[in-house]
């Protein structure tokens, strides 16, 4: 069993940053990968970005220039640094990982963006 907890969300004014972890811990025996997704308010969840356990990563084209993932594997941890945040990237932020065949999903972190 996986257990996943999203910290760093808050209330930001427009052109500010956040920078999201999420811890992980539990018995992992082959991390596929590893991602970010967002919901909105009376939307669908959608794809942030994605890293492979070999670095590679992929960014949704709304975030791609402002945001950036990454991890650090000693501590097990998932970063989502987000800069420039614009009104739109107000949601929920969900961390996933894909291990030993299963999806493992956070709690989720909200991040609002207002003046």
């Known amino acids: 069993q996986v257990q996943l907890v999203e910290s760093g969300g808050a209330l930001v004014q427009p052109g500010g940053s956040l920078r999201l972890s999420c811890a992980a811990s539990?018995?992992?025996?082959?991390?596929?990968?590893m991602g970010w997704y967002r919901q909105a308010p009376g939307k669908q969840r959608d794809l942030v970005a994605t890293?492979?356990?070999?670095?590679?990563?992929f960014h949704n084209a709304d975030v791609k220039g402002r945001f950036t993932i990454s991890r650090d594997n000693a501590k097990n941890t998932l970063y989502l640094q987000m800069n420039n945040l614009k009104p739109e990237d107000t949601a929920v932020y969900y961390c996933?990982?894909?291990?030993?065949?299963?999806?493992?999903w956070g709690q989720g972190t909200q991040v609002t963006v207002s003046s």
């Open positions: 539990g018995t992992m025996f082959s991390i596929i990968a």
């Open positions: 890293i492979s356990t070999g670095g590679n990563t």
């Open positions: 996933n990982y894909v291990v030993d065949g299963n999806i493992y």
